[in-house]
């Protein structure tokens, strides 16, 4: 995936995901927006299951571009080089950038992490002749000037355009990626009238769309009060706490469970023989607040319980706060996977939203009245602080971070930190080598907990530590290679 970050305009962008990204809203790093909702980052909510497809459907046609098939701006290929390598933010933007707003036709400034993190400036008036300039100005700077046929002003002319336009009939977010050199249309959930809506009026403009695919999308309809084995106790917009679940297999229970959430009134009545009570701790973000919980999925082979929990409606963009929404259920313990079992928000594995929403349940209650005892219910201590990154996070120098590194095939390559692939030397031959200090640090999953720190200079290189040996990874210009 291209990543590339516009220095220009500086704004967060909101973008939705699928309707298990309740509340998300990312940064985009190809351009700038004033979007017609506000929005705000935040990791991926795990109280709904994935149900909406980032792509535009195929009856958007030719009349509107899709974002995806939209090329981003690079230079030819012979204008890179394969040194330098930037792994953070240390290319010298600033002394660019101040030279490039004083000449004719700039546009736009980025930094391109498909290109070694080099520095792209757009101009749409001569832009061979600045390149010949960047050459001489800053010949040991990893720079490319590149020539379009628009104007950011245009760009900024066409949102507003959208907004004036668009907004009043539906809701919508829209951004400016100048990186593609077109402003990107979301409208939420791509129905016809809404496509049809934006190709009457902006059909062969400079713009793309995206957004979920109506047939993806969760289907309009009142909360259900009941499904196959299970039926619904209480839904609380705005109680206890998100990302959490819990369990409760007799009257003591649960009227702890009750008031840990901070339900009001009386409990209703579960008949405990036969059933047990299971709390869904979602999360919404203030202006997505439809959830709906559509199913209790029970999953035998993998002795897991979990909810589906769709965001109807999807609009174009979320704001990223997270609220929480309690659902209480009781659920036929004739259903239950027998013995041990887990429950959690989703199907994922491992949660994607916090560590604490997987309840561990050490007993089996799929028998008549069965009670958990003290201790049998508790959180999973094998899932990892959401403070332990892996591959494809972004650090900053100079700070020890927790990493998470998969040592099935040997410990070689790091993975992609910064958009920048990182890579060991080994002994010849032995891809799967790991070295002996670190091999007692290698647990059952096969993963070993490193601490590693980037550094920018003299070269950049990752230092990575276990059992206090440190391994040197260096920037690598290979693809990172298949494990068996």
């Not at 709390?279 to 999953?299: H, I, K, M, N, Q």
Request: glycine share 8%; charged share 25%.
């Amino acid at each position: 995936m291209r990543q590339s970050t516009a220095l220009g305009l500086i704004a967060a962008v909101a973008t939705i995901a699928s309707a298990c990204s309740v509340g998300v809203g990312a940064p985009d790093p190809s351009g700038a927006t004033a979007s017609a909702r506000p929005a705000a980052s935040a990791r991926p909510a795990a109280s709904a299951r994935p149900a909406a497809s980032p792509s535009a459907p195929a009856a958007v046609g030719q009349e509107l571009r899709r974002c995806e098939d939209v090329e981003h701006i690079s230079a030819s290929p012979d204008r890179y080089r394969d040194s330098p390598i930037y792994v953070a933010n240390e290319m010298p933007i600033d002394r660019v950038q101040a030279w490039a707003r004083v000449k004719p036709g700039f546009e736009e400034i980025w930094i391109d992490r498909d290109h070694g993190g080099w520095i792209t400036v757009a101009f749409s008036v001569d832009a061979d002749a600045r390149q010949a300039e960047l050459g001489e100005r800053f010949p040991d700077v990893g720079v490319v000037a590149v020539g379009v046929d628009w104007t950011k002003a245009e760009l900024m002319g066409l949102q507003r355009r959208l907004a004036d336009e668009i907004a009043p009939l539906f809701d919508l977010s829209s951004s400016i990626s100048v990186t593609q050199g077109v402003v990107s249309v979301n409208p939420g959930v791509l129905t016809a009238d809404r496509v049809a809506a934006i190709a009457a009026r902006f059909a062969g403009e400079r713009i793309c769309i995206e957004g979920v695919d109506p047939q993806d999308a969760p289907p309009e309809g009142p909360q259900p009060q009941a499904g196959d084995g299970w039926r619904l106790l209480a839904d609380e917009q705005g109680m206890g706490e998100a990302y959490r679940t819990g369990v409760a297999s007799d009257d003591p229970s649960y009227q702890r469970l009750w008031t840990t959430i901070g339900l009001d009134g009386a409990t209703p009545a579960v008949d405990f023989r036969s059933e047990v009570v299971i709390w869904f701790g979602a999360v919404y973000g203030s202006s997505c607040p439809e959830l709906r919980l559509d199913d209790v999925v029970v999953d035998g082979a993998r002795a897991l319980l979990h909810a589906e929990i769709v965001l109807v409606d999807a609009p174009a963009a979320c704001t990223a706060d997270a609220n929480p929404h309690a659902y209480l259920v009781a659920v036929d313990r004739a259903k239950l996977p027998v013995g041990p079992f887990a429950i959690q928000l989703g199907a994922d594995d491992p949660p994607g939203g916090a560590p604490e929403e997987r309840t561990l349940v050490d007993a089996d209650l799929s028998r008549p009245g069965a009670v958990a005892a003290p201790g049998e219910v508790h959180g999973d201590p094998s899932l990892p602080p959401p403070d332990v990154l892996e591959s494809g996070a972004f650090i900053e120098p100079g700070f020890d971070q927790r990493y998470r590194l998969y040592v099935h095939c040997g410990t070689e390559w790091l993975g992609e930190v910064n958009d920048v692939k990182w890579r060991a030397d080994v002994p010849d031959e032995n891809l799967d080598y790991i070295p002996p200090r670190w091999r007692s640090a290698v647990d059952a999953k096969e993963t070993i907990e490193l601490s590693i720190i980037l550094r920018v200079g003299p070269e950049p290189l990752i230092e990575a530590t276990a059992n206090d040996h440190t391994v040197t990874y260096r920037p690598s210009t290979e693809e990172l290679p298949g494990c068996d």
